[in-house]
């Protein structure tokens, strides 16, 4: 896994702006794995974020800082995580396999595309059933089970594939209250993303404007030189 150059970081910013979440992760993850042949989109979604917490941690450091609001008073809430902790405690087990017998169905774990074309359902019970349903290994007869046989098999899924949904407990220190909130890798990743990208368009600014650079010019001097030239400039 390469890091981003300057570059890169523009390319993708320019590129994903117009583009789901989920394909913004996976352009980052195709620009870091240039010679992977495998389709992304059809990664098991542990794996993806796996690879999307390790890309995180060489380009852009371990440290996640985000933020959410309180279900129940709307107090925003903040937090901070080591990503390099939660990755080590999350690596692939020997033996670690993609599919799955429950009763008489056997199912491979979920990916990316499959979480695509759930998205737009309304309700998260038939959004579930829908995502089981394409992730059934046979698909010839309708899938027929109890709500209970569901669950048992969303169960086993999350126990094959744990980096799939990472949930994080999280405390209200206003009102007490307390809730699960899903961790989404892929939207820490863009946001360095963006927020780099502009601070290198801004740097391209002021230093087109002083010395009449043009991008490539600029962009091609190290990091310390520009930030030197950059003091100077606003000295």
Known sequence: MRTFSTSDILEMWEKGRPLHPLDRGLLALSTALPSLTDDLADWPLGRRNRALFDLYCKAFGSRLHGWTSCPSCGEKIEFDLDASVLLSTQREEPGWQEMLTVGNERFRLPTSRDLAEVMTASDARPAARRLLERCRESR?????????????????????????????????????????????????VWAEIESRARRLLLEVHHLARAYGWTEAETLSLPAARRAMYLEMVQA
């Open 140 to 188: 010839l007869e309708p899938l027929v089970s109890s709500d209970a046989t569901l669950e048992e098999v969303e169960e086993r899924m999350a126990s094959a594939d744990p980096m799939a949904d990472i949930r994080l407990v999280l405390p209200c220190p206003t009102c007490g209250h307390q809730w699960d909130g899903t961790l989404d890798i892929a939207r820490f």
